[in-house]
């Protein structure tokens, strides 16, 4: 059964540093991958989708990669924004059954 | 911009009322799903179709039904509203394979 674990649960980082956000899933015959942004009270935004052949995507400050052989993909933001503080949530769509297993997410803080 | 709109932000409604909850897509997706964010559950599928008049059960089916009579509207139904059904919906729509949009959520509060 395919399970998807993000850590850290949380994170607080002073403005303009590179992080990195880590998911990880437990199986890897995966179609997609997806990294999703929400702000409180709000639905969700699509970041970036990483599709099973592709080994990284990136839009602005953000790249994500994948390397399902280990099971693991990461989110790196570069130069962080306190406008970046939000909960990141990955989403692994683990067959073609079109549902997608997601992790409980990271909650970023980031501080001016 | 693909869009998928909710058609309430904001809904409090009592206890054993019949609630609708509506969800429009403007892409042409195929795939269309009502999920439940509740604390430290995460997001929770709660129905999804993948064609008109087609719904298949996801985790927490129970006591909720939905209907897809078009292909653009999506809607989640609960038959008697309960108090342990206050959450937040999200409806979202994709293509199969392919990233999913969502709404913008209704905050749905039973009381």
């Known amino acids: 059964k395919q399970e998807v674990t993000q850590i850290p649960a949380a994170l607080s980082v002073p403005e303009g540093e590179n992080l990195v956000l880590n998911c990880s899933f437990t199986?890897?015959?995966?179609?997609?991958l997806q990294w999703f942004r929400q702000d409180p009270g709000k639905g969700l935004t699509s970041l970036l989708l990483?599709?099973?052949s592709q080994r990284e995507q990136t839009s602005g400050r953000l790249n994500a990669s994948l390397d399902k052989s280990s099971g693991r993909s990461t989110l790196y933001i570069a130069a962080s924004q306190p406008g970046d503080s939000a909960t990141y949530l990955c989403a692994v769509n683990a067959g073609n059954n079109r549902k997608l297993i997601w992790g409980l997410g990271t909650s970023l803080a980031v501080n001016p | 911009d693909v869009k998928v709109t909710q058609s309430s932000r904001y809904l409090v409604k009592r206890t054993g009322e019949k609630v609708f909850l509506e969800c429009v897509q403007d892409?042409?997706?195929?795939?269309m799903f009502w999920y439940r964010q509740d604390p430290g559950l995460g997001l929770r599928l709660i129905y999804f179709s993948y064609d008109v008049k087609m719904k298949e059960k996801g985790d927490i089916p129970e006591g909720y039904s939905v209907s897809r009579e078009k292909k653009e509207r999506f809607s989640l139904i609960l038959e008697s509203a309960s108090t342990n059904q206050t959450s937040m919906y999200l409806c979202?729509?994709?293509?199969?394979?392919?990233?999913?949009?969502f709404g913008s959520g209704t905050r749905l509060t039973v009381v």
């Open positions: 199986d890897s015959a995966i179609y997609n």
């Open positions: 990483i599709q099973s």
């Open positions: 979202a729509s994709s293509w199969t394979n392919y990233g999913y949009t």
């Open positions: 892409m042409d997706h195929e795939n």
